[in-house]
């Protein structure tokens, strides 16, 4: 999930780190918080974590037990390396009834509920397809051909879906042999949580977490709000669409088609997300952006709204009981909702859809 620039309300300058900006330099006659930052690759993507403590030692230990985690959620897992889930994986193709993994486990009950809010928008078992389109790869964009409307057929005959999973105990089974998991879609919302728990172990109060293009908070930027600008999926590598304001324990994820994807025949950007209605790539979405306190649900999101689309992002973020949430389509069209416009400062002006979405909720943000 690309895009985003991360930095305190008074910084400016910006480095990129992967699909991440991150604020270099801050100006004015506030000192700059003591600082540590490591980056690490993790699930594919560019993760920095940066801590504002004045402790470095502490800070460095706090890195390490976290990066120890995240390697250990990567090898469980991983989609296509060898790895836990692709074991477990193995295991459902054979209809055979395998041990779950103690954090699959938890991840796949967690987000049962987000499959149903999304109507299967969201379901974390298109392993298959995604392996289908060629999405199981670290180099993109991918030019090999699509699949073939033969193999679209074959798929959509035994479409897999999150209600073949069958749970008992710590065991699972699959009533669909077609029915592969794959985590990615909510994998660094949970990382998220995890890490957090670890750096409030650590006693870590202030930090930032960008993983890929995503970004979650804890605490402050040294007395300020976070700001983290949305990159412009319609505008060049570097320009930014607009920069939303965030108090700690708040998360920003964001999807789109200008990170993994594909080249269509049109020349048109075909992104990683897929549409298990016609078993092809979401198509319409530039970018969805969803700002909330739950970061795996937010994950789940902005999945499930770059499926559905204009058509679904009023009900979807209803089912889902979030207010803070964009949606940009591949026409420079804009969906917002009023508490999302009230906390972002848009660099330009997409082609507005409609008044802004009011919904109940709190995305009151920073006082």
Known sequence: MPAVVAAPSTWTGYVLVGAVLLGAALVGCAPA????????????????????????????????????????????????????????????????????????????????????????????????????????????????PEPTAAQLDAWLQTRPSFDDLVSEGHTLRSTNPAAR?????VAEGAAAEIVFDELARAGIRHALL?????????????GRPWRVAIRDPIGGADE????????????????????????GPDGARWPHILDPRSGRPARGVATAVVL?????????????????????????????????????????????????LDRLELHRQPVLLGRPLELPGDCAGPG
């Open 292 to 340: 909330g306190r739950d970061p795996v649900r937010a994950d789940a999101l902005v999945t499930a709204l770059m499926v559905g689309g204009v058509p679904r992002f009023a009900e979807l973020l209803e089912a889902f009981g979030e207010s803070c949430a964009l949606l940009l389509t591949d026409q420079n069209e804009l969906l917002i909702t009023r508490g999302m």
């Open 181 to 185: 998991i794959d985590l990615a879609a």
């Open 210 to 222: 960008a993983m890929g293009g995503d970004v979650a908070t804890l605490g402050d930027a040294g």
């Open 33 to 144: 918080p003591p600082t540590t930052e490591e980056t690490l690759l993790v699930f594919g993507s560019t993760s920095t974590i940066r801590i504002h403590d004045p402790d470095p030692a502490r800070n460095r230990a706090a890195i390490g037990a976290v990066a120890g985690r995240l390697a250990a959620l990567e090898q469980e897992w991983h989609a296509w390396k060898p790895s836990a889930l692709t074991e477990l994986n193995a295991a459902l193709a054979a209809g055979e009834t395998a041990r779950v993994p103690e954090q699959t486990e938890r991840l796949l009950q967690r987000v049962a509920p987000y499959v149903k809010a999304s109507q299967g928008l969201f379901d974390p078992t298109l392993g298959g397809l995604l392996d289908l389109w060629g999405f199981y790869t670290d180099e993109f964009p991918i030019v090999s």
């Open 240 to 263: 930014v669409l607009g920069v939303a304001t965030l108090a700690g324990g708040e998360a920003l994820f964001v999807s789109g088609n200008y990170a993994r994807f594909r080249i």
